[in-house]
């Protein structure tokens, strides 16, 4: 019998759990995947998507060689070419367009299909190269941006409590998230709380799986939050439990703050969030007699018109009870801010030639089509599935169907967005190529060791750009880095949390928590603003012209009472629990699972447009349409009309939920707005 081979790693995808894993490898192949027994946080379990991980490998429709296109953008059609005629043929391509238009003309857009410090996002594999041609550079703000930048005006870094500290709460808040479905262990730590008496309550416009399982739900209105929020403490404030010793010692701003709260009576947070008002009474009651009460809030909540002020104001609440000095308080957003590799070392941006613009990932369609002197005339697409994952569908195609737009991607599947591109490249997979990782759930740094070599001529990200850079006569020492070299520049921080954390360590033990405190309490004493306070007014904020003191921005569609009239529906496209935006959705079993687009809606809004179960219907505003099976229920609320993403528009009737969706801006930090949206729903 053939010997077997475990190698650790760590999965890429974009969700917060970062799980560590283990590939069980018989005579060069990859035979088994599970999770890692030995993480704290990943304790042995995958999700129901990366448990498919290797039959996904292994799926024929794979992109295994470089491929031209050989019809018109959009149609899918390629022939089989070398390595040797892709890169010449890109080479020449980039050489002619920097020539003639400048470097800037060039966009490589990096998106969330992994979120590697060497082979992706976090990476941005391949920024070395496009620095050295004074490429554009990338904004990747389709994800957190809003609540980052939120966080940072009110606690001066978006880092927050650590999850795992959850299991020390009394009152757990699960806000705008559903991590049965996206990051699912964290659960273990909220049942641990409850297993000591803590009470947990879902805040979602949906009761979707954790809501179900939580001991109490709100479902307030979409992009009303921040709303919500001012209601509950106004009910604290008013029993007087605000913490004043903790408020004087550690805040900035109190007295604006209080005046802004005494504005947000339950009566008024009940009409703006549709919340009862007794709801919002008995939580604020329950807050302000509970310690720890923490909160676990995601990104779905700051996609709005008004999603950094949600965050902000969410970040309030502990610092007004004074729970972010106790262990199991606080709130908890991202980790990412505490995990502080040397990017800069990583990214190298002295190698541009000059400064350069900046382009939004969310806006891609905007860039496409309106970006002047110069005007993108070569993309390259790293990870990223725009076609189906952007906003404002309909724009996005016809910036990629441009025949004057010289685009590549690399991928490992057929995608729409591969369909319009010039040139693809056979990308490696996870377990084929080595990367480091960070979990944006928890604190703790992965290594992933290359457990099998790729099939055909897959090539890792970093490798396709050292060849690239060869071709094109690039002399720049640091294009040729190897893999590992990369990752040890990467750790080179003199950050005291990345303390003994090497890559020596890591490829030896796996995964390595960050040299931080157990239980870890980030904001006890100080934290990373200009006052060294909690600003619940914030000079950031103030500086960048926006409110300086924390409070409720309304969403732009959702709130609006003209656009409602014509479009009465709010949409809410939130995540698969069959796919990871848009990976896995060539997946047939994970598709079947899913069984096709839905739209669910709450009988009143069902009756009132005389729809049933099972209809196909039309979701539309004056942006686009997509078609969906229509599931009429009471777990969405009224008004809200409930979708998922994910869904590949060539796969699921040409559109999805995307078509609907602006590519306007959050308030701040450049987000996208996917859950402010107005739609109509009608029989098809």
Request: neutral net charge; glycine residues 10%; proline residues 7%.
């Amino acid at each position: 019998m053939a010997a077997e081979l475990k190698v650790l790693g760590a999965c890429p995808l974009d969700c917060p759990d970062g799980c560590s894993w283990v590939v069980t490898v018989r005579d060069g192949e990859a035979v088994g995947l599970r999770g890692n027994p030995d993480h704290p946080y990943t304790r042995g379990a995958l999700c129901t998507k990366v448990n498919r991980w290797l039959e996904r490998a292994g799926d024929p429709r794979r992109i295994r060689y470089p491929l031209r296109r050989t019809g018109r953008k959009g149609e899918g059609r390629f022939e089989r070419i070398s390595w040797d005629e892709a890169l010449d043929e890109i080479a020449a391509r980039l050489d002619r367009i920097v020539r003639d238009h400048g470097g800037e003309a060039v966009w490589p857009y990096w998106g969330t299909g992994t979120l590697g410090y060497v082979q992706g996002l976090e990476g941005a594999a391949g920024r070395r190269f496009f620095n050295v041609l004074g490429a554009s550079a990338h904004d990747a703000d389709i994800c957190s941006a809003a609540g980052l930048s939120g966080l940072e005006c009110t606690l001066g870094s978006p880092g927050g409590m650590d999850p795992e500290d959850l299991a020390h709460a009394r009152l757990i808040l699960l806000w705008g998230t559903n991590p049965l479905t996206s990051g699912h262990h964290v659960w273990k730590f909220v049942q641990a709380a409850r297993r000591e008496g803590a009470h947990v309550v879902a805040i979602d416009p949906v009761a979707t799986r954790t809501a179900r399982q939580a001991d109490e739900h709100l479902a307030p209105l979409p992009g009303t939050d921040a709303a919500l929020a001012l209601g509950l403490l106004n009910v604290v404030v008013g029993l007087g439990a605000q913490d004043e010793e903790y408020i004087a010692r550690h805040t900035l701003g109190w007295a604006e703050f209080r005046e802004r709260i005494l504005r947000f009576p339950p009566e008024r947070a009940a009409r703006i969030t549709g919340v009862p008002r007794e709801a919002i009474v008995a939580l604020g009651e329950r807050i302000a007699r509970t310690r720890p009460t923490a909160i676990r809030a995601t990104q779905g909540l700051q996609r709005h018109g008004g999603g950094a002020a949600a965050l902000r104001t969410l970040a309030c609440i502990p610092g007004v009870t004074g729970d972010w000095a106790r262990p199991g308080g606080g709130l908890t957003f991202s980790t990412s801010g505490h995990i502080r590799l040397n990017r800069a070392a990583l990214y190298r941006d002295d190698l541009r030639p000059g400064p350069v613009r900046t382009l939004s990932m969310s806006r891609i369609g905007q860039g496409l089509l309106e970006a002047d002197d110069p005007p993108v005339k070569a993309l390259f697409v790293i990870a990223a599935n725009p076609a189906a994952s952007a906003p404002h569908q309909g724009r996005v195609r016809r910036g990629l169907a441009r025949e004057d737009l010289f685009t590549v991607v690399l991928e490992q599947f057929p995608t729409d967005t591969t369909d319009y591109a010039d040139i693809v490249l056979p990308a490696t997979m996870q377990h084929e190529h080595a990367d480091l990782h960070e979990g944006y759930g928890h604190l703790y740094l992965a290594w992933n060791e290359p457990a099998v070599a790729p099939p055909g001529e897959c090539l890792p990200t970093t490798e396709t750009f050292r060849r690239l850079a060869r071709r094109m006569g690039l002399t720049e020492p640091s294009l040729y880095d190897s893999d590992e070299r990369l990752a040890e520049q990467a750790l080179s921080s003199d950050d005291p949390w990345l303390t003994g954390v090497t890559l020596d360590r890591l490829r030896k033990e796996g995964f390595v928590r960050l040299a931080v405190p157990k239980p870890f309490l980030p904001y006890a004493e100080r934290f990373p603003t200009p006052s060294g306070r909690l600003e619940f007014r914030s000079r950031r904020a103030e500086a960048l012209g926006l409110d300086p003191v924390a409070g409720y921005t309304p969403p732009g569609e959702v709130t609006d009472a003209e656009r409602a009239r014509r479009f009465p529906l709010a949409l809410v496209s939130a995540a698969s629990h069959h796919s990871l935006n848009t990976v896995f959705g060539e997946n047939a079993e994970l598709r079947r699972r899913a069984g096709g687009p839905t739209v669910r809606l709450h009988p009143d809004d069902a009756a009132a447009r005389g729809l049933a179960s099972g209809q196909r219907v039309r979701v539309a505003n004056e942006r686009g349409a997509f078609e969906a099976v229509l599931q009429v229920t009471d777990e969405v609320r009224p008004g809200v009309a409930a979708t998922s993403k994910g869904h590949w528009p060539k796969l699921s009737g040409g559109a999805n939920a995307n078509a609907v969706v602006d590519d306007r801006a959050t308030d701040l930090g450049g987000g996208p707005v996917f859950h402010d949206t107005r739609v109509e729903v009608s029989a098809v």
